[in-house]
């Protein structure tokens, strides 16, 4: 029981340090990752944050999973509900924070960004490490594969789910 509190702990942390590395990158005014983007481009369309849209885009791929999988879903997998409201509050509260580097001379800019991918994939790293729950987004990328009779993959995702780790 100790365990799992301090594995899906690392979890919470994680999706907050996912967060903080998306507004890092995004604030630079360069671009934004790629789950994100259709987000980001509502949030220049609509009066809601960008925060709140991927909130919502989170929340949808649950929803769809939901929708795929019905009894098949995994009881632990609808803490994934939990994520999409913080990552957006992650997004849009270290957006506030680093709203600077807006401003920044580009070359300023591009360290900012190279930070940001390591703050990025440093909390993907902690969130693999935890072996709990599936983001999203990569939630809705493995029911896509169940559902269709597909691999996951080998990919890095799959390679650090297995990791056994101390948490």
Not at 107 to 126: E, P, Q
Request: charged share 10%; glycine share 8%; proline share 3%.
């Amino acid at each position: 029981m100790k365990q799992s509190a301090k594995r899906y702990g690392l979890f919470l942390i994680s999706v907050w340090i996912i967060g903080l590395g998306i507004s890092i990158i995004t604030q630079n005014n360069l671009g934004t990752t790629a789950v994100t983007s259709l987000p980001f481009v509502l949030n220049a369309i609509f009066p809601f944050s960008f925060g709140t849209f991927t909130m919502l885009m989170n929340i949808f791929f649950v929803f769809l999973q939901l929708l795929i999988l019905k009894k098949d879903f995994q009881k632990k997998q609808y803490l994934q509900f939990l994520v999409g409201p913080l990552l957006g509050l992650s997004i849009d509260s270290n957006g506030t924070v680093f709203s600077f580097l807006q401003t920044s001379p580009y070359a300023a800019k591009l360290l900012f960004i190279l930070i940001g991918c390591v703050v990025l994939a440093f909390g993907i790293f902690l969130q693999l490490s935890s072996q709990t729950i599936y983001n999203p987004s990569e939630g809705i990328v493995n029911t896509l594969a169940i559902a269709f009779h597909k691999s996951f993959g080998d990919s890095i995702s799959q390679i650090f789910w297995k990791c056994k780790t101390d948490f």
